[in-house]
């Protein structure tokens, strides 16, 4: 098994495996290494993802909005809608949301009551506005995933599981990495796409971390009474408390926390899903039957909240493909596109690399 490489991309999740594939083209010899025994185990494989322009922030949308087309193409998209409630009280914080993202090219329907309350049975009186996002879809992340993994491995790149990163040395001609196991890998350029581990990659490399934290996000899997029709929306609360959409009949519901944490393997807590749980109730009048599953991961955040690509400040050696918060799966083509251009020297393209460049932080 070869033990040299133009490119060692550290994480084999979303993140890792669209880098790799998107570099194909280029001819570079690649070596993904996964810790885990599988790709994909941690956030990617955790993610209850939807393709929503508006999720992330006004920074993020732009990558979200140039992802559309491919994922579209790939045939990984399934319509879906989203719907941002508001309380009384809150109307004008939804149009200012509308405002933001029809202002970016985004469409978004302002919604009464009367609109919103046909869309989401039991919605509870309270509940007075709404803006609607009808290009939202669900992704199929697990096709997504296995597109990206079938594509680098067609165009040469090596996959390497339980092959988590235990040193870095610096080298003139690149980097010795040292592996759990082990075994001695070299490669001209290290690119860090470690999602919850990329400080901590950052660190075994010399290279000084950004501040990325790893913040666990909770999901619930709900049987309900209401009529969970394949019709409904994903619902997302204009004040961030709590989202949730329909899944084979079943609700998937999350109460939007984020909670600091270690990278590790994440679990929920049952404070967290009894707190979804009442966030739910308060929305729609539909009784909790019983909680079928439960499950956490870890989405990870630059201090700014936007995702950081490219070469470490001084360091031209170590690339940063991380941050990605809960947004990587719907920004995966676009963000793997810029960021295989930054690594290989070519313009950048439509989107603007510098909201996303390392050197920001100082």
Same mark, same amino acid.
């Given at each position: 098994?070869?033990?040299?490489?133009?490119?060692?991309?550290?994480?084999?999740?979303?993140?890792?495996?669209?880098?790799?594939?998107?570099?194909?083209?280029?001819?570079?010899?690649?070596?993904?290494?996964?810790?885990?025994?599988?790709? *994909?185990?941690?956030?990617?494989?955790?993610?209850?993802?939807? /393709?929503?322009? @508006?999720? $992330? $922030?006004?920074?993020?949308?732009?990558?979200?909005?140039? @992802?559309?087309?491919?994922?579209?193409?790939?045939?990984?998209?399934?319509?879906?809608?989203?719907?941002?409630?508001?309380?009384?009280?809150?109307?004008?914080?939804?149009?200012?949301?509308?405002?933001? =993202?029809?202002?970016?090219?985004?469409?978004?329907?302002? +919604?009464?009551?009367?609109?919103? @309350?046909?869309?989401? #049975?039991?919605?509870?009186?309270? /509940?007075?506005?709404?803006?609607?996002?009808?290009?939202?879809?669900?992704?199929?992340?697990?096709?997504?995933? !296995?597109? =990206?993994?079938?594509?680098?491995?067609?165009?040469?790149? !090596?996959?390497?599981?339980?092959?988590?990163?235990?040193?870095?040395?610096?080298?003139? @001609?690149? %980097?010795?990495?040292?592996?759990?196991?082990?075994? !001695?890998?070299?490669?001209?350029?290290?690119?860090?796409?470690?999602?919850? %581990?990329?400080?901590?990659?950052?660190?075994?490399?010399?290279?000084?971390? +950004?501040?990325?934290? #790893? =913040?666990?996000?909770?999901?619930?899997?709900?049987?309900?009474?209401?009529?969970?029709?394949?019709?409904?929306?994903?619902?997302?609360?204009?004040?961030?408390?709590?989202?949730?959409?329909?899944?084979?009949?079943?609700? %998937?519901?999350?109460?939007?926390?984020?909670?600091?944490?270690?990278?590790?393997?994440?679990?929920?807590?049952?404070?967290?899903?009894?707190?979804?749980?009442?966030?739910?109730?308060?929305?729609?009048? %539909?009784?909790?039957?019983?909680?079928?599953?439960? /499950?956490?991961?870890?989405?990870?955040?630059?201090?700014?909240?936007?995702?950081?690509?490219?070469?470490?400040?001084?360091?031209?050696?170590?690339? /940063?493909?991380?941050?990605? *918060? *809960?947004?990587?799966? !719907?920004?995966?083509?676009?963000?793997?596109?810029?960021?295989?251009?930054? +690594?290989?020297?070519?313009?950048? *393209?439509?989107?603007?690399?510098?909201?996303?460049?390392?050197?920001?932080?100082?």
């Amino acid at each position: 098994m070869d033990s040299s490489f133009d490119i060692a991309i550290v994480g084999a999740g979303m993140a890792g495996a669209s880098l790799a594939a998107a570099l194909g083209p280029s001819g570079a010899s690649i070596v993904l290494l996964e810790a885990e025994d599988r790709p *994909g185990y941690h956030a990617t494989g955790r993610s209850a993802a939807f /393709w929503t322009e @508006s999720y $992330g $922030g006004p920074g993020v949308q732009p990558l979200t909005s140039a @992802s559309g087309p491919t994922l579209r193409a790939l045939g990984v998209l399934t319509p879906r809608g989203a719907l941002t409630l508001g309380r009384a009280g809150q109307e004008a914080q939804v149009a200012a949301f509308a405002q933001e =993202y029809r202002a970016a090219g985004v469409t978004v329907d302002l +919604l009464d009551r009367e609109d919103v @309350s046909r869309r989401v #049975p039991g919605l509870r009186p309270e /509940w007075t506005c709404g803006a609607l996002e009808p290009s939202t879809c669900d992704i199929d992340v697990a096709a997504l995933h !296995q597109h =990206y993994l079938a594509a680098c491995k067609a165009q040469g790149a !090596q996959v390497w599981c339980r092959a988590g990163l235990a040193a870095a040395q610096r080298m003139a @001609s690149g %980097w010795q990495l040292t592996l759990a196991d082990g075994k !001695q890998v070299s490669a001209g350029i290290l690119v860090n796409a470690a999602g919850a %581990w990329a400080d901590r990659v950052a660190g075994l490399a010399g290279i000084r971390p +950004l501040g990325i934290v #790893p =913040y666990r996000r909770t999901i619930a899997q709900l049987v309900v009474d209401g009529p969970v029709g394949d019709d409904l929306p994903l619902v997302l609360d204009v004040a961030g408390q709590f989202y949730f959409k329909p899944e084979n009949g079943r609700i %998937w519901l999350s109460p939007h926390d984020e909670t600091p944490s270690g990278p590790c393997d994440a679990a929920a807590e049952e404070l967290d899903v009894a707190l979804a749980i009442d966030r739910f109730e308060r929305v729609v009048d %539909w009784r909790v039957e019983r909680v079928e599953h439960r /499950w956490a991961g870890l989405r990870s955040f630059a201090p700014d909240r936007l995702p950081v690509y490219g070469f470490a400040p001084g360091d031209a050696g170590f690339f /940063w493909f991380a941050g990605q *918060g *809960g947004f990587g799966i !719907q920004t995966a083509p676009a963000a793997a596109h810029l960021a295989a251009r930054l +690594l290989t020297g070519a313009a950048p *393209g439509a989107i603007d690399p510098a909201p996303f460049a390392p050197n920001r932080f100082g």
